[in-house]
């Protein structure tokens, strides 16, 4: 189902990515990315499942190891999607100003993001 983003890393630079964020919990039925809104922020899932959903049709579904809202971060643009938690899930959470950052600091995770944004581009 989902690739993790993190095991393009070398385990130190997972925890790295892993720590530089804010670990949260967020209900079934929650939508923490809605389509054609800003790109302010980003999730990694490490536990649970999403949908994502463009006009209203789901789109891809998606679990741990997968980040969500990076795309928009990515490209600079807004929302192309709208997440919703199939399940309750934990994420770690990612302002876009430190997802830049980490894709600075962290040049294996900066090229996973990257790569994850163009293929859900060119995807839909």
């Known amino acids: 189902m989902t690739d993790s983003i993190l095991d393009a890393l070398e385990p130190s630079d997972a925890q790295r990515v892993l720590a530089a964020g804010n670990a949260l919990r967020l209900p079934q039925g929650w939508s923490p990315i809605a389509e054609s809104t800003p790109a302010d922020k980003a999730y990694l899932i490490t536990e649970g499942e999403v949908s994502v959903r463009k006009g209203g049709v789901e789109i891809a579904t998606l679990g741990p190891g997968a ?57 839909g």
């Open 67 to 123: 980040v969500v809202g990076e795309t928009a971060i990515v490209n600079r643009t807004l929302r192309s999607a709208t997440v919703v938690a199939l399940t309750p899930l934990r994420v770690v959470h990612f302002t876009s100003e430190r997802l830049e950052q980490l894709a600075d600091e962290v040049p294996t995770f900066g090229a996973a993001l990257r790569a994850a944004a163009a293929g859900r581009a060119v995807g």
